[in-house]
Structure formats: structure tokens, C-alpha cells
T-cell receptor, first 112, second 114 residues
Framework: RKEVEQDPGPFNVPEGATVAFNCTYS??????FFWYRQDCRKEPKLLMS???SGNEDGRFTAQLNRASQYISLLIRDSKLSDSATYLC?????????????FGKGTKLSVKP | EPEVTQTPSHQVTQMGQEVILRCVPI?????FYWYRQILGQKVEFLVS????????KSEIFDDQFSVERPDGSNFTLKIRSTKLEDSAMYFC????????????FGDGTRLSIL
């Protein structure tokens, strides 16, 4: 079973749409959770950390459900500049020195 | 905003040659990492480094790979005898004084093995 699974997409949405990405992780010892975005042939860039209580940053809302081992990212009022691949990332606890485990990413394309 | 910087941006090397990829982590960070991403695939962990020694390494990080922090600023990844399958983007990352903090990535070195 893959450690971090994401729908690969692509998600093709019009500007202004709301789009949701889901992610599941297999290891219940996962300690920390993040969403990164990656533009084509660029480095991953931290979008936001994900907390159990849920957290919001402007148009972006992240949720974590530890019981279901499920993470989500909601983008409201999507912009052309949101077009990228969104990477779900976890860190394991217990002996791990914090190396990130990446999903393959979900590609988002926002059209005019 | 402080950045992780990597050089070179693109390295082309003949198979069997040694290559050194260089990184300057963010200055007050203590945890350093190398990742790679083969074209079209996910980002994969290679190695983590803390307190001047390897903390953890993946199965990918075999005897052909080594890391070093030769001075107070640089963090290098050496591949001793490159193979075709080493062709990938190599990303350096660093994080602050505690593990489990989000990591900041450099813009990568594209390694092409001929």
C-alpha cells in the first residue's frame, strides 16, 4: 500500500471555482502534515501546514482527520496562478528525523 | 526572505563520472536534507543530516552516495560513479531547530547522465 495517496487529476476548473483535493496516508504514526505546491520543473514550495483543528490561510483551507488518516485541501475562488501540482506530505514520528514522505501530487489547471 | 540555494542549476555528466551537487541551507537551520525527483515521478527522500552526521537515509542512498558539510555553510551531495538512472532533479532542503518543522527547498539541480 502506498504511503501517501492522492488523486492524480488533472482537475480542470474555471477561474472562481472551488476545488477540493483529498489525500490518504497509510502510516498511523504520521506526525506532521503539509500541503506543498509544485510548479512544472520547479521545487516544492510550502503552501501550509495542516493541523487537527483545521486551518485556513486566505482562500485555502486544510483539514486533517487522524481517525480516517485523511487530509484535505480546499481552494476557494481559484485563480489562474493556482495552476500547479499540489503535493500532500507527511512526516512520520518515532525514529524518523523528519524526512518528508510525498504523495505523487494532484495537478490543477485553472482556465480563464 | 532567506532561501536555500543550490548550484549548479543543471549538470550534465558522463556515466561513471563523479558529480558533486552543492547547497547552501538557510543560515539558522540545523536539519538538512536531500531529495530527488525523477521526471514524472514523486519526490523521494534520500538522506537527512543533523549535527554533522547522517540521521537517516533511504534505500536509494547506497554506497555511491555521500554527503558532507565541509564548512559552516555548504552542504554537498556526491555521487561517486553515476548511472543513467541517477538522472533526476535533486533538491536540497533545510528546516529549523526542531524536527517535524516544514522544510524549505532549494530550486534544485537537474542532473543529466549521458
Amino acid at each position: 500500500r502506498k504511503e501517501v495517496e492522492q488523486d492524480p487529476g488533472p482537475f480542470n476548473v474555471p477561474e472562481g471555482a472551488t476545488v477540493a483535493f483529498n489525500c490518504t496516508y497509510s502510516n498511523s504514526a504520521s506526525q506532521s502534515f503539509f500541503w506543498y505546491r509544485q510548479d512544472c520543473r520547479k521545487e516544492p514550495k510550502l503552501l501550509m501546514s495542516v493541523y487537527s483543528s483545521g486551518n485556513e490561510d486566505g482562500r485555502f483551507t486544510a483539514q486533517l482527520n487522524r481517525a480516517s488518516q485523511y487530509i484535505s485541501l480546499l481552494i476557494r475562488d481559484s485563480k489562474l496562478s493556482d495552476s500547479a501540482t499540489y503535493l500532500c506530505v507527511v512526516i512520520l514520528s518515532g525514529g524518523s528525523q523528519g524526512n518528508l514522505i510525498f504523495g505523487k501530487g494532484t495537478k490543477l489547471s485553472v482556465k480563464p | 526572505e532567506p532561501e536555500v540555494t543550490q548550484t549548479p542549476s543543471h549538470q550534465v555528466t558522463q556515466m561513471g563520472q563523479e558529480v558533486i551537487l552543492r547547497c547552501v541551507p538557510i543560515s539558522n537551520h540545523l536539519y538538512f536534507y536531500w531529495y530527488r525527483q525523477i521526471l514524472g515521478q514523486k519526490v523521494e527522500f534520500l538522506v537527512s543530516f543533523y549535527n554533522n552526521e547522517i540521521s537517516e537515509k533511504s534505500e536509494i542512498f547506497d554506497d555511491q552516495f555521500s554527503v558532507e558539510r565541509p564548512d559552516g555553510s555548504n552542504f554537498t551531495l556526491k555521487i561517486r560513479s553515476t548511472k543513467l538512472e541517477d538522472s533526476a532533479m535533486y533538491f536540497c532542503a533545510s528546516s529549523p531547530d526542531k524536527e517535524y518543522q516544514p522544510q524549505h527547498f532549494g530550486d534544485g539541480t537537474r542532473l543529466s547522465i549521458l
